[in-house]
């Protein structure tokens, strides 16, 4: 089992363009999201979704989309990069109903807007 | 808004010693309670959860959680310099178990 992967692993990108972050998970967890984190902060939910074709905003969705064609893949899209969306980007996946409610992270995509 | 309140530290312990982490939250209809290590570049990872009020232990950690209160705390006996990392406060905030997390505690063991 490789868990939650996310790639790539960095990125740089300029003001403008466009990126979609991968996020895949083996163990057929039902939900997933999407978190940034800024430096000396905790994580931000972004987007989320309980299931394929269903998907929902979180608490900081401006300047994002995301899609879950599968059980498996949860991509987070960015349109026109701006410099306040540098941060780190981190996938997470959970099996409800399982108890605790453990959210698995991946290991995480350091993205610099310049 | 829904917050969660962690003293961002450092928070600096001896080796051996134990390292008091404390944590508030608004949302008086949480149920669910989390903390999370996580070392500099790298994800978080689950230590301890707890639900109900009370103390729950495992190995040298305990977790404690008052919700007349709404704080959580987290303590970690024997403190190693491996325990050394930014720990997050996590609440669950209702269905499909979306979590607020706190900024983190910064602790530092030293030898």
């Known amino acids: 089992n490789a868990g939650v992967t996310q790639t790539p692993k960095f990125r740089i990108l300029k003001i403008g363009q466009s990126m979609t972050l991968q996020c895949t998970q083996d163990?057929?967890?039902?939900?997933m999201y999407w978190y940034r984190q800024d430096p000396g902060m905790g994580l931000k939910l972004i987007y989320y979704?309980?299931?394929?074709?269903?998907?929902d905003k979180g608490e900081v969705p401006n300047g994002y989309n995301v899609s879950r064609s599968t059980t498996e893949d949860f991509p987070l899209r960015l349109e026109l990069a701006a410099p306040s969306q540098t941060s780190v980007y981190f996938c997470?996946?959970?099996?409800?109903?399982?108890?605790?409610?453990?959210?698995?992270f991946g290991p995480g995509t350091r993205l610099t807007v310049t | 808004q829904k917050e969660v309140e962690q003293n961002s530290g450092p928070l600096s312990v001896p080796e051996g010693a134990i390292a008091s982490l404390n944590c508030t939250y608004s949302d008086r209809g949480s149920q669910s309670f989390f903390w999370y290590r996580q070392y500099s570049g790298k994800s978080p990872e689950l230590i301890m959860s707890?639900?109900?009020?009370g103390d729950k232990e495992d190995g040298r950690f305990t977790a404690q959680l008052n919700k007349a209160s709404q704080y959580v705390s987290l303590l970690i006996r024997d403190s190693q310099p491996s325990d050394s990392a930014t720990y997050l406060c996590a609440v669950n905030i209702g269905g499909y178990n979306k979590l607020i997390f706190g900024a983190g505690t910064r602790l530092a063991v030293h030898p």
């Open positions: 163990m057929n967890h039902n939900y």
């Open positions: 997470a996946s959970t099996l409800a109903g399982s108890g605790p409610y453990e959210q698995y």
């Open positions: 979704s309980v299931g394929a074709g269903i998907t």
């Open positions: 707890i639900y109900s009020n």
